[in-house]
């Protein structure tokens, strides 16, 4: 059964700082999505994740992917107060996204 | 860009009523589609998936007596949750796969309330 980790869960930040946000996954799988929640709302894509080495960059955030670890980052640079939100990461297996927990970014001034 | 829509976006009703929640792809055509439902402060948990013209699957603790899902067409798939009751209460999340690219695109959600 696939399992998908995020950590941290919760992070407040401070205007200006730098941060990333980890993503781990136990099988193998093809791609892998980071979307982002606002509350009361429902998911906004960020990124898709396709092969081992993919970064992809829009703004503030930086997402990258390691298929041999595993493993998943979205770094935030210089982080400003409209990024706060949550934040999921989720892996394609069979066709089904599995969802990590989910962290909370809180940017403060 | 691909869109899918909710109906309704919220839905107050009373214990032991059923309600209907439908999600469309607007401008693409969906074989398959996903139910979530989502609690406060929690992740997205997949309910089911809707397949066009046959029965949906359902994840393992989910009731599908309770949860009665319905693809009937390549554009819309509708969830009706039966006697509903107050725990029934969450943020459900539609999503559609375009047959054609295989991506998926997540609707608004719909937030039920049981009193």
């Known amino acids: 059964e696939l399992k998908v980790e995020q950590n941290p869960l919760f992070l407040s930040m401070q205007e200006g700082k730098n941060y990333t946000i980890y993503c781990n996954y136990s099988?193998?799988?093809?791609?892998l999505y980071w979307y982002r929640q606002d509350p009361g709302k429902s998911l906004e894509s960020l990124f898709v994740?396709?092969?081992?080495?993919a970064v992809k960059q829009e703004g503030r955030l930086m997402a990258s992917l390691d298929t041999k670890a595993r493993l998943s980052t979205l770094h935030i640079t210089a982080a400003v107060h409209d990024l706060s939100a949550t934040y999921f990461c989720?892996?394609?297996?069979?066709?089904?996204?599995?969802f990590g927990q989910g962290t909370e970014l809180s940017v403060k001034p | 860009g691909a869109v899918v829509s909710q109906h309704p976006s919220w839905v107050i009703c009373k214990s032991g009523t059923s309600v209907k929640i439908e999600c469309r792809s607007l401008?693409?055509?969906?074989?398959?589609m996903f139910w979530y439902r989502q609690f406060p402060k929690q992740s997205l948990m997949l309910m089911a998936t809707?397949?066009?013209?046959?029965?949906?699957?359902?994840e393992q603790g989910v009731e599908k007596d309770k949860f009665l899902i319905n693809h009937a067409s390549l554009t819309l798939s509708t969830l009706t949750v039966t006697s509903a009751h107050p725990e029934d209460s969450s943020f459900y999340i539609c999503?559609?796969?375009?047959?054609?690219?295989?991506?998926?695109?997540f609707g608004p959600g719909t937030r039920l309330t049981v009193t």
């Open positions: 999503s559609a796969r375009d047959r054609a690219s295989y991506e998926q695109y």
């Open positions: 099988t193998t799988s093809d791609r």
């Open positions: 994740l396709l092969s081992n080495g």
């Open positions: 989720a892996v394609n297996q069979g066709g089904k996204l599995i």
């Open positions: 401008d693409f055509q969906a074989t398959t």
């Open positions: 809707s397949n066009e013209g046959s029965k949906a699957t359902y």
